[in-house]
């Protein structure tokens, strides 16, 4: 049923590339430097939290992670 919810999810983030299994969704940036990095981090989350209330979800905060390299 999940995937019924956010099947056009590309469709709302730009900002990021996203990867999906079942119910966990992973967006992805890199930039040649961190600040760009977290600006494009920044944008593709506000972007996800746009979708996310327009489609009724949230995010599990106890499930929400970020990592960097």
Excluded: H, W, Y
Aim: charged share 25%; net charge negative.
């Amino acid at each position: 049923m999940f995937v019924m919810f956010c099947a056009d999810i590309s469709e709302g983030i730009t900002e990021a590339e996203i990867t999906q299994f079942a119910d966990d969704v992973t967006l992805v940036v890199s930039d040649r430097n961190a600040e760009s990095a977290v600006e494009k981090a920044n944008k593709a989350m506000a972007e996800f939290s746009s979708f996310a209330a327009g489609n009724r979800m949230a995010a599990e905060p106890s499930k929400t992670q970020i990592m960097c390299t």
